[in-house]
């Protein structure tokens, strides 16, 4: 992993280095393929220290976390929460994630059956109550028709001899 720490504006103390490369040994108690980070330290004329973490994950792409305050220690404390709580989110998501077994495929290699293709015979638009008096006239399991808003529907027979409707 490639660290790089860049203050603009501002010396960097060995206190405030050592800071951040806490923030990086941190995160590396996630075992995320992190292929760099780079910490920005910016004071601005107002006195306020902003402090920016890069941190490029392989797979999940960059993450980039800024925080501003007036003590330098605590800006960084609270961008180290919030660095934390992405990749524990990231890190959780691929545990958490299951591969999932493949179905067997069947392979049926019986010349006897074959597939026809039957046409609808849904000559006109109908109402559901014309399709149910249809359909009792026949044995067959499902129908398909066409409603008088022009959708395509199915009503079938269940097995406790009443009808259902899609």
């Given at each position: 992993?490639?660290t790089s720490?860049?203050?603009?504006h501002?010396?960097?103390?060995?206190?405030?280095?050592?800071?951040?490369?806490?923030?990086?040994?941190?995160?590396?108690?996630y075992?995320?393929d992190i292929?760099?980070v780079?910490?920005?330290?910016?004071?601005n004329?107002?006195?306020e220290?902003?402090?920016?973490?890069n941190v490029q994950v392989?797979n999940k792409?960059?993450?980039?976390?800024?925080?501003k305050?007036?003590d330098?220690y605590?800006?960084c404390?609270?961008a180290?929460?919030?660095l934390?709580?992405v990749?524990?989110?990231?890190?959780d998501k691929?545990?958490?994630?299951r591969?999932?077994?493949?179905?067997?495929?069947v392979?049926v290699?019986?010349?006897?059956?074959e597939?026809?293709?039957?046409?609808?015979?849904?000559?006109k638009?109908?109402?559901v109550?014309?399709?149910i008096e249809?359909f009792?006239q026949?044995q067959?399991a499902?129908?398909?028709?066409?409603?008088?808003?022009?959708?395509?529907?199915?009503?079938y027979?269940r097995?406790?001899?009443?009808?259902?409707?899609?």
């Amino acid at each position: 992993m490639n660290t790089s720490i860049v203050g603009r504006h501002i010396e960097l103390t060995e206190g405030m280095k050592s800071a951040i490369n806490a923030v990086v040994e941190d995160i590396k108690k996630y075992h995320l393929d992190i292929i760099a980070v780079k910490a920005i330290v910016e004071e601005n004329k107002k006195g306020e220290f902003k402090v920016e973490f890069n941190v490029q994950v392989a797979n999940k792409g960059t993450v980039v976390i800024t925080q501003k305050d007036k003590d330098f220690y605590k800006a960084c404390d609270l961008a180290k929460d919030r660095l934390e709580k992405v990749l524990r989110r990231y890190h959780d998501k691929i545990k958490s994630h299951r591969v999932k077994q493949e179905i067997p495929a069947v392979v049926v290699d019986n010349a006897d059956e074959e597939i026809v293709a039957v046409d609808l015979a849904a000559e006109k638009p109908m109402s559901v109550e014309e399709a149910i008096e249809e359909f009792k006239q026949t044995q067959e399991a499902f129908m398909v028709f066409k409603d008088t808003q022009g959708d395509t529907r199915v009503i079938y027979r269940r097995k406790d001899g009443k009808f259902g409707l899609y």
